[in-house]
């Protein structure tokens, strides 16, 4: 074993502090010894979860799903948004960078005529420009009771290219 990712187990940050007692104790010694580089937490976004694990002191990796770059958009997909907006997400992401010194993982899910069109990732491109991030591009694997379709191929690499475009990492 030699990387853990916090996710699929229901959102890790409303168990906060078990998640970072499960951390402490994947990196321990006497565990299973893995490097905290080696140990990534994915979140929808919980800002007062983020500011407080920028205080924790881990090196830790952190990824976000966000798939959408405005409100109307990302609160259709995650509701977590109503609660959390765009901008108290970016907020908080920037206080984690500032604490950390540490790279953000966005994740973007692209579904088809929905979020990967140039104009959607010009969109993402001016809210990310500058930050210390990377976007993890995902075409969608399409699953039964959900309509929507996954990128096609020329329109995913569209989308990577727009994000290089804004100086942004980003990765299919």
């Keep these: 074993l030699s990387n853990v990712v916090m996710m699929g187990m229901g959102e890790p ?10 951390v402490r104790r994947l990196m321990d010694e006497d565990g299973l010894g893995i490097g905290q580089r080696h140990i990534t937490i994915s979140t929808v976004g919980l800002v007062p979860a983020i500011r407080r694990f920028a205080d924790e002191g881990l090196q830790v990796r952190l990824a976000i799903s966000l798939h959408a770059a405005t409100n109307e958009e990302r609160s259709a997909l995650l509701p977590v948004n109503r609660r959390y907006p765009i901008e108290e997400l970016i907020d908080a992401v920037a206080y984690y960078i500032e604490q950390t010194n540490r790279r953000v993982t966005f ?12 104009e959607v990732a010009h969109r993402l491109g001016r809210l ?38 804004y100086g942004l990492s980003a990765t299919i």
Excluded at 13 to 22: P, S
Excluded at 107 to 118: C, F, G, R, V, Y
Aim: a negative charge; zero cysteines; aromatic letters at 8%.
């Design 13 to 22: 940050f409303h168990n906060y502090d078990n998640v970072i007692e499960a």
């Design 107 to 118: 994740e973007w899910t692209l579904i088809a005529h929905q979020n990967d069109s140039p």
């Design 128 to 165: 990310l420009r500058g930050m210390l991030v990377h976007v993890n591009v995902i075409p969608l694997n399409p699953t039964a009771g959900y309509d929507g379709a996954p990128s096609d191929p020329d329109r995913v690499q569209r989308f990577v290219d727009v994000l290089g475009s």
